[in-house]
């Protein structure tokens, strides 16, 4: 993970988010202070972490995680409740 100051990063602003979006790995900007750093990801990468955030608020995970401990091995999609999701 690339680390930089807001100075260098201000300078390689345009390459950061070319960057950002080819690697998938985010750059974080190191300001003076703590509660001045930032970090840069891609789009698509925050779309990703924002889709996972609510499939864990609203429960959908756990029932991701319990289906892949179910020793059948199979789930029938058409028995699957999707309001209850």
């Given at each position: 993970?690339?680390i930089?100051s807001?100075?260098?990063?201000?300078?390689?602003?345009y390459?950061?988010?070319?960057?950002?979006?080819?690697?998938?790995?985010?750059?974080?900007?190191n300001?003076?202070?703590?509660?001045?750093?930032?970090?840069?990801?891609?789009?698509?990468?925050?779309?990703?972490?924002?889709e996972?955030?609510?499939?864990?608020?609203?429960?959908?995970?756990d029932?991701?995680?319990e289906?892949?401990?179910d020793d059948?091995?199979?789930t029938?999609?058409?028995?699957?409740?999707?309001?209850?999701l």
């Open positions: 993970m690339e930089l807001p100075t260098d990063a201000r300078k390689e602003f390459n950061i988010l070319k960057k950002v979006n080819e690697d998938h790995q985010p750059v974080i900007i300001g003076s202070k703590k509660e001045n750093n930032a970090v840069i990801i891609s789009q698509e990468d925050w779309n990703s972490i924002q996972t955030l609510i499939l864990e608020q609203t429960g959908v995970m029932k991701v995680r289906r892949e401990k059948s091995g199979f029938n999609v058409d028995e699957i409740d999707w309001d209850k």
